[in-house]
Every structure is written in structure tokens, then in C-alpha cells.
């Protein structure tokens, strides 16, 4: 038959709609959901002296490092030895995602679950190990395991392997965005009709002493060692860098005739996404946010949602002097005299930030916020920087009957990205 001639499938011919029902987070302000949602509601700072290697001789000494967590709950020690820490905690948040929905991959629905998850720098600690062995031992003394440890993309495809889904599994990376980026494309997935079900979300585990070393060198990291909990600081004046951050944050996204099929507990609706990339300068945001403002107004375009509308933007905001003002000029350029009307939350001051994992437990903290009606507070926002005067919900969360939110992420390279959340409504 001519190909031309084949009969193909008949494309959707309305837009799905896309739903969050399951929930996983691993983050140095807890290990669950739940614990994660409380801490950030009760404004409790997971940042503190570095525990995971000697940082003595680095100017940075302070990460927001996950506590308590011992792989070996979650996977087989022949398993935990043939994986990175990045992999480790993909693999914790997602089991805990899966069971969070009650939602199992089966023979029947395998080819109907996707994975597309983001990293920005994938297994590192394998990377500085495997480096110093050569250098020390020879190349033969290098590990057959180093290359399937390291690349980025085996987050995604050890949860494949791990939870049988054989649908369309990707790696998206995209710096700071990755996470954000990946939900992006799982909700496109889903919306055209291709899946059923995608795992999405992030995870980062670059909490290492080159990868601390090369942040720092750039000038980029905190140095307030003495006071950690009072490191992080968005759109404060007395700011002087992010803090690192590591962790994963996974979300079960579903096609929404399908989790009502089943019973399922939806916490938000994503209904808006949009990408664009600032095409300036490795690190530096385009002048005046440009390309952070065009991101959101192509993520409310997709949702048909009015700025008036929007009442919650989970920020990008990692506690650099750039990119907070860039970020709040970009949202005065989308929102006008309105964003003055917002509650914007910079739940990084919490958590430190984790890098390509940042918007996986942002989109949760998102959720979570639509879901409840609170909006978690900004810490140690004590002398607000006048270029940065919008209300961030400084010091305690603040009850809102939140209806739609956005999560905003971006990228070293100029990635930018927004997902719009709305709670969920049948109608």
C-alpha cells in the first residue's frame, strides 16, 4: 500500500484535559508530600552546613541537603550501587507518587504511561568519583557502571524500567527549567490524546564538591555560612546568591476522563504552558525579563485565561539580584497595575534550590497551594529591595481561596517556562 494511502489514526478533535492525582517529593524540608506541604506552610528552612562531603575548603559550606534517606528503603542494595543519588530520589518520589493516586502499571496500560522527567546535570557524584579513580588508579579501575550512571536521561529510564511503563519516555535538559520543562511536555502528551497517564516532575542530586566549586567560582552561591537558615533571601536586599538545593518532586499527570473513570483524587488542573528562550546571554536574563514576561503571556494564551484571573505565581526567584528583578519586571510587564493584586511565593527560600529538580517540587507546592487555598510564605525577605515591591507573602503563608497560579522556572541558556494550575472544577 502507498503510504500515502494509509489510513492514519483520527486526530483528537478538542483538547483533553490534563489532571495532577499523584503526588511524590523528597526535599530537604521533608520526605513526603505531606511533610513537604507542612514546612512550607509552618515557613521552616531546609538549609544547613553541608553533611555529604568535606566542603571545609569551599567559600560555600551550606545546601539544603535531604535528610533521613536511606535509598535502600525504596530499592534493592545491588540496585542502589548501580545507580546515582539522582536516581535514588526519582525512584522514592515516584514510588510515593504511584501509590499517592493508588494507581498501578499493568500489562493492560503499560504502553499508555509515559516518562518524561528533567535534570540539569544528572548522576555528578558519579562523574567526580569515577574522575578521581582514573587519576588515581588508571583508566582499567574505572567502573563498567560509570557511563549508564551518569547520563542524564537514566532517571527516566530506571523509572521505566523500575515501574513498567513503556510508553514515550524522555529527559528533558534545560538547566533550572528541566523539571518545569518536562511537565510541559507530559501535559502536551497527554492533551493530544497520545497517553493515558505520564510520571513528570524532576530531580537533582548536585549537592558535590565540584559542583559546588563551579557555582561558586561564578560567584553565584550564598556565602552566609554563619546563619544558613537565613542564607536564602529572594527579592531581599541583602541577598548575595542562591543556595543549593537537592531533592526530586514527581507528579502522576492524567487524561481527565480517565482519573474520574477510576475514582481518582485530583489535586489541580494544568491547563497553560509556555516556553520561549531569552536568546542574550549564558547566565543573565534579557534586560527587563523579556523573555521570562513573552513565557507567561503564551502559558495564560493557552489556558484562555485573563491576567485578572491569575491570583498565585510560585517564582522563579533563587535569590540573585538579576534574576529576582528580572522576574519582577517581567511579571509587571504581563500583569500591569494587577500585579500588584498577586501573591507571589519564592518557596525557595526554603528549600534552596535544586537546579533542574526546582520546578518538579514548585509545580507540587503549586498544586498543593490551588488545592488547599494557601499560599506558602517567602522567608527572610526582612529589607525588601526596592526594585522589588509586589507582595511576597513575606514571613507566614497566607489563606487565599486560590483559583489559578502559576510556576515559573528558568534556565542558564535563557530557558523559560510557565505552567498555569487551576483548581479543579468538573464543569
Request: with cysteine; glycine share 10%; hydrophobic share 40%.
Amino acid at each position: 500500500m502507498n503510504p500515502e494511502t494509509v489510513p492514519m489514526p483520527a486526530q483528537p478533535t478538542s483538547r483533553r484535559r490534563v489532571v495532577i492525582t499523584g503526588l511524590g517529593a523528597l526535599t530537604p524540608i521533608g520526605n513526603s508530600p505531606t511533610e513537604f506541604w507542612q514546612s512550607l506552610l509552618a515557613g521552616r528552612s531546609g538549609i544547613g552546613p553541608i553533611t555529604l562531603f568535606d566542603a571545609s575548603r569551599h567559600d560555600c559550606r551550606i545546601a539544603g541537603e535531604v535528610k533521613g534517606f536511606d535509598p535502600l528503603d525504596y530499592l534493592e542494595r545491588k540496585d542502589v550501587k548501580r545507580t546515582d543519588r539522582f536516581v535514588h530520589l526519582a525512584l522514592a518520589a515516584t514510588q510515593q507518587a504511584l501509590e499517592d493516586a493508588q494507581f498501578q502499571i499493568t500489562d493492560l496500560n503499560a504502553e499508555q504511561v509515559g516518562v518524561i522527567l528533567g535534570t540539569g546535570i544528572g548522576g555528578i557524584r558519579v562523574l567526580e568519583e569515577q574522575q578521581t579513580i582514573y587519576l588515581q588508579r588508571g583508566p582499567d579501575r574505572c567502573s563498567p557502571f560509570m557511563v549508564p550512571m551518569m547520563i542524564a536521561n537514566m532517571a527516566a529510564g530506571q523509572l521505566a524500567i523500575h515501574f513498567g511503563a513503556k510508553g514515550p519516555n524522555s529527559c528533558t535538559v534545560t538547566a533550572c527549567a528541566s523539571s518545569s520543562n518536562a511537565i510541559g511536555d507530559a501535559f502536551r502528551l497527554i492533551q493530544r490524546g497520545e497517553v493515558q497517564a505520564v510520571i513528570t516532575g524532576g530531580t537533582e542530586a548536585a549537592v558535590t564538591p565540584l559542583s559546588m566549586a563551579g557555582f561558586s567560582a561564578m560567584k553565584a552561591l550564598s556565602t552566609r555560612n554563619d546563619d544558613p537558615e537565613k542564607a536564602c533571601r529572594p527579592f531581599d536586599r541583602d541577598r548575595d546568591g542562591f543556595v543549593m538545593g537537592e531533592g526530586a518532586g514527581i507528579l502522576l499527570l492524567e487524561e481527565l476522563e480517565h482519573a474520574c473513570a477510576r475514582g481518582a483524587k485530583i489535586y489541580a488542573e494544568i491547563v497553560g504552558y509556555g516556553l520561549t528562550c531569552d536568546a542574550h546571554h549564558m547566565t543573565n536574563p534579557a534586560p527587563g525579563g523579556e523573555g521570562a514576561a513573552r513565557a507567561m503571556r503564551l502559558a495564560l494564551k493557552d489556558a484562555g485565561i485573563p491576567v485578572q484571573a491569575v491570583q498565585y505565581i510560585n517564582a522563579h526567584a533563587t535569590s540573585t539580584n538579576a534574576g529576582d528583578i528580572a522576574e519582577v519586571q517581567a511579571i509587571k510587564s504581563v500583569f500591569g497595575e494587577y500585579a500588584r493584586a498577586l501573591a507571589i511565593s519564592a518557596t525557595k527560600s526554603m528549600t534552596g534550590h535544586l537546579l533542574g529538580g526546582s520546578g518538579g517540587i514548585a509545580t507540587i507546592a503549586t498544586a498543593l497551594a490551588v488545592h488547599h487555598g494557601w499560599a506558602p510564605p517567602t522567608l527572610n525577605l526582612e529589607n525588601p529591595d526596592p526594585e522589588c515591591d509586589l507582595d511576597f507573602v513575606p514571613h507566614t503563608a497566607r489563606q487565599l481561596p486560590l483559583q489559578v497560579a502559576l510556576v515559573n522556572a528558568f534556565g542558564f541558556g535563557g530557558h523559560n517556562v510557565t505552567l498555569v494550575l487551576r483548581r479543579y472544577s468538573p464543569a
